[in-house]
């Protein structure tokens, strides 16, 4: 069985960073790619950033210059990065990765989700 356990969220003021974590354990063949997802009070949610497992990103126009993504695949471990935070970052911030079990076989898995508020 595999699971997603993000870490990292929290209060925070208008200006400051947090770092995100989300590690990836169980029985795990493969990692492909690894991102983050948020989703705020009633709006849809949407990509912030995704990481491939040779490094290559992509960061959602919403917060490029401000967030960052990194992974260490010798841990099943991704990392966002925020600096510069405004209160519209605030959501509820899910990981999620494409992992497979078994050759062939990958599978879309979401942690738990961790909230991020930016306010004064």
């Known amino acids: 069985q595999v699971q997603l356990v993000e870490s990292g969220g929290g209060l925070v003021q208008p200006g400051g960073s947090l770092r995100l974590s989300c590690a990836a354990s169980g029985s795990i063949f493969s990692i492909d790619a690894m991102g983050w997802y948020r989703q705020a009070p009633g709006k849809q949610r949407e990509l912030v950033a995704v990481?491939?497992?040779?490094?290559?990103?992509n960061v959602a126009d919403s917060v490029k210059g401000r967030f960052t993504i990194s992974r260490e695949n010798a841990k099943s471990t991704v990392y966002l990065h925020m600096n510069s935070l405004k209160p519209e970052d605030t959501a509820v911030y899910y990981c999620?990765?494409?992992?497979?079990?078994?050759?062939?076989?990958?599978?879309?898995?979401w942690g738990q989700g961790t909230q991020v508020t930016v306010s004064s």
């Open positions: 990481v491939a497992k040779r490094g290559s990103t």
């Open positions: 999620n990765a494409l992992i497979s079990v078994r050759v062939g076989v990958p599978t879309n898995y």
